[in-house]
């Protein structure tokens, strides 16, 4: 049979994974040592393995070239894309959070304030609800530099340890949603290959949480 | 030169040829199976007010295309083919027996995000019953969204719900309005963790609603769902159940899935809904379902079903396997004093159910050069002397003779 397809984050989810695999009793030097193959097969689990850029993983996931794929719920909330969110992984943990520079503070009077983000969807809907009217400024990379600079006045960004922030005299104003790895699924592929598909989710879950 | 004029829109594109060709045989065979059932085919307008989609709980405005009339109110550009299809059941179909039995097969237009490879114009067919309620109004909807699939391919799905479970689990669990929301999406996207802790904080009476995610695949489901058989629910499994056997008597049992969470994000949907896949199309093909309070709308209160094919989502599963379109059998090339001759020869061929074409070159060599591009079988040279033919090397037959 066809194996499933399935599309992993690069970088820090990606080691997370390799462990995860080789927990599930699955060889991974494939995986480890690809050198420039872009698609790996792991028979052991029946799954082809790819690697990409978090966005692209939804990307491949919602249009069902992979079937399925794990990647940050950050990104989930950024995309907005359909799909099957089915597992929380417990890895990858941070936290969605606003900050800015030590001592300010989320409201300044009535003036509009501005918000740098790699995450405007998900900034826009957290003021939105807030019935705060800010400016959002997307921004690609090293988000913390907006307000040292005086570009924005706050960003929205991922937060894990918050070492970056203290390191650049910021400081978080509010904590806005807690972040990890999710294992999401296609539409069609979680109707079409269920089986499949619950059986491989089974072996995550029972690797991840010990059950 | 402004080069505007020279692309289309993000969102729109051209078909060509064997994508046309597709195209219009999956609209023909549905057409055939619907007017083989009775259904009878209706064509609305592309334009109609805002307020048609607007007031139906059809899609949200920010996905219509909107333009003004000439007295400056708004349009939407067709976004969803039911609530015009009902509005000319309450209105010019007023005086008709009931049951209706309406089939369409439109254009829709919705926006979709920038760069996402998606079509903003679809074509979609599909049918409306309306007037009749009950299991024997539902199967035959699903009956003709089944016809309808395996008309396409063996390698087909349809999913089976009933938007009841949902409410009713809800309401029972005591949600509040921004929890039922938030539920919702949470059963659409399966996502059990975040379900989990939303029902947690509500206890025990929650419980259903938890599990409602997880229910979904073939038979086993009503075992599956012993814990909400109480109640009102209950009363929705026996139904469903009924119409799973009845199916499944039709020999369509293995194309049936069971999925108790399917919420629909189109809001007009009051009690069955079903949802068809094809195999390696990463979206639902069909979507379909009762809508018993939309009628009312149009002030005609009537039970009401129906189900739309997304035209070119079954054309892009079964691409793969279609043929290139044929080459011209002959082309014709003639004298210029035997123009009518030429026609005459070319229609004769036609009438022998070929593809024959006159050439518009001025020489005969210019037409020997048409042939080869054309990929024709044949070239005739028309003559005041008769008539000459030579193989062009082309065709079909001969092989690599696509030109």
Not at chain 1, 128 to 138: F, R, W, Y
Not at chain 2, 59 to 72: N, T, V
Not at chain 2, 92 to 120: C, E, G, H, I
Not at chain 2, 188 to 204: C, I, P, R, V
Request: proline share 3%.
């Amino acid at each position: 049979m066809k194996p499933l397809r399935m599309a992993l984050t690069k970088g820090r989810l990606e080691r997370h994974m390799v462990e995860l695999f080789s927990r599930m009793g699955c060889d991974c030097t494939e995986l480890t040592d690809k050198g420039r193959r872009l698609i790996i097969a792991l028979p052991e689990l029946g799954l082809e393995v790819l690697l990409a850029k978090a966005a692209d993983v939804v990307t491949y996931v919602e249009h069902g070239v992979c079937d399925l794929g794990v990647v940050g719920k950050d990104t989930i909330m950024e995309c907005a894309k359909p799909f099957y969110e089915i597992l929380d992984m417990g890895f990858g943990r941070c936290r969605f959070a606003v900050a800015g520079k030590k001592g300010g503070a989320l409201r300044d009077g009535y003036r509009k304030l501005c918000i740098a983000t790699k995450y405007p969807r998900v900034a826009r809907e957290y003021f939105d609800k807030k019935g705060m009217d800010v400016e959002l400024i997307k921004i690609e990379g090293s988000v913390e530099l907006a307000p040292l600079l005086g570009l924005s006045d706050a960003i929205v960004d991922i937060v894990e340890t918050g070492a970056t922030l203290r390191e650049n005299g910021l400081e978080v104003y509010e904590y806005m949603q807690d972040i990890s790895a999710r294992l999401i699924v296609n539409l069609t592929s979680m109707k079409m290959r269920k089986r499949e598909i619950e059986r491989l989710a089974a072996g995550i879950r029972k690797a991840v949480t010990g059950i | 030169m402004n080069r505007r004029k020279r692309s289309v829109p993000e969102g729109m594109r051209d078909l060509l040829f064997e994508e046309c060709a597709l195209k219009r045989r999956i609209e023909r065979s549905m057409g055939c199976i619907f007017e083989a059932g009775g259904y009878r085919e209706i064509i609305t307008p592309a334009l109609e007010y805002l307020e048609l989609y607007s007031d139906t709980n059809s899609l949200p405005a920010e996905r219509m295309y909107k333009l003004f009339d000439r007295q400056s109110r708004i349009l939407a550009l067709r976004p969803d083919c039911t609530p015009a299809v009902a509005r000319v059941a309450a209105t010019r179909l007023m005086d008709m027996p009931v049951p209706l039995r309406l089939y369409y097969n439109q254009n829709v237009f919705r926006t979709n995000d920038t760069m996402s490879a998606k079509s903003d114009e679809t074509t979609q067919c599909g049918v409306e019953l309306i007037g009749a309620a009950g299991p024997r109004a539902d199967i035959e909807v699903l009956r003709c969204a089944l016809a309808a699939l395996r008309s396409v391919t063996d390698d087909f799905k349809l999913e089976l719900g009933h938007v009841g479970m949902f409410w009713q689990l809800s309401r029972r669990a005591g949600l509040s309005e921004e929890d039922t929301e938030l539920a919702r999406f949470y059963i659409e996207t399966k996502n059990f963790a975040a379900l989990d802790s939303l029902a947690g904080e509500y206890g025990k009476s929650a419980e259903g609603l938890k599990l409602l995610p997880r229910l979904f695949g073939g038979e086993e489901v009503f075992d599956e769902a012993a814990a909400v058989s109480e109640g009102e629910t209950g009363g929705i499994l026996a139904y469903l159940r009924g119409l799973f056997d009845t199916l499944s008597e039709m020999g369509y049992r293995d194309h049936i899935m069971m999925d108790l969470g399917l919420v629909s994000n189109i809001e007009y949907y009051t009690g069955v809904v079903f949802c068809g896949y094809l195999g390696g199309f990463g979206k639902p093909a069909l979507f379909g379902g009762r809508y018993d309070e939309l009628m009312k709308k149009f002030g005609r209160d009537m039970p009401a079903a129906g189900f739309a094919i997304d035209v070119d989502a079954v054309a892009d599963t079964i691409q793969n396997g279609q043929s290139p379109l044929s080459p011209p059998d002959a082309l014709v090339y003639c004298e210029s004093a035997c123009l009518s001759d030429a026609y005459r020869l070319a229609e004769r061929l036609q009438g022998e159910g070929k593809i024959a074409l006159v050439s518009t070159a001025d020489s005969e060599k210019a037409a020997g050069d048409e042939a080869k591009a054309l990929g024709a079988a044949t070239l005739y040279t028309v003559t005041k002397s008769g008539v000459r033919s030579v193989d062009a090397g082309g065709g079909f037959t001969k092989g690599g003779g696509k030109g």
